[in-house]
């Protein structure tokens, strides 16, 4: 019973929301902010299947519409991009024996079409393994909250 009760007790710990780090936000990012749509870059070597639907979701809850595109020449219409990299990791969730994956690292960078970078923001599972089972969506709400300004991030630097 002890080891039931222990195992359920971790399995929901692991479940919490995660937060962003590393956090570091222009000057650029004064004034129209946020915009009204970004266009995301498709990593095509991200192994996580719903980090678009996340990022897409969390940045409309800011109010930002998206796109995603394969490159820069099909969306030369775009102002703001949002670029993204992920790493995943497998492990067994209890109670379950079977390996599973899920979303470990997650760079954001949101930048002018022209290049200029206005914003970065992580997300990392050594930064709380608490978020460890957590939905990618509820991983990543933090960080794209840090990356657009809509929340103190856990770890902020700003440039002057």
């Known amino acids: 019973m002890a080891k039931l ?7 929901s710990l692991q479940s919490e929301p995660g937060v962003a780090s590393h956090t570091v936000l222009t000057p650029a990012v004064a004034a129209p902010w946020p915009v009204p749509d970004v266009c995301i ?3 095509a070597r991200t192994q996580v299947p719903d980090v678009l639907p996340a990022l897409q979701r969390a940045l409309l809850t800011h109010g930002m519409a998206s796109r995603v595109y394969d490159s820069p020449v099909t969306g030369a219409h775009c102002q703001v991009w949002l ?11 209890w109670p379950a024996d079977e390996q599973r994956p899920y979303l470990s690292h997650a760079a954001l960078t949101l930048q002018r079409a022209q290049g200029e970078v206005l914003a970065t923001s992580q997300y990392d599972i050594t930064d709380t393994v608490r978020s460890k089972w957590a939905t990618t969506y509820d991983k990543l709400a933090a960080t794209v ?12 630097t700003a440039l002057l």
């Open 5 to 11: 009760t222990g195992g359920m007790v971790t399995a």
């Open 41 to 43: 870059e498709l990593d």
């Open 83 to 93: 670029r993204y990299s992920t790493q995943m990791q497998w492990g067994r969730r």
């Open 145 to 156: 909250a840090a990356l657009v300004g809509g929340m103190p991030p856990r770890t902020t």
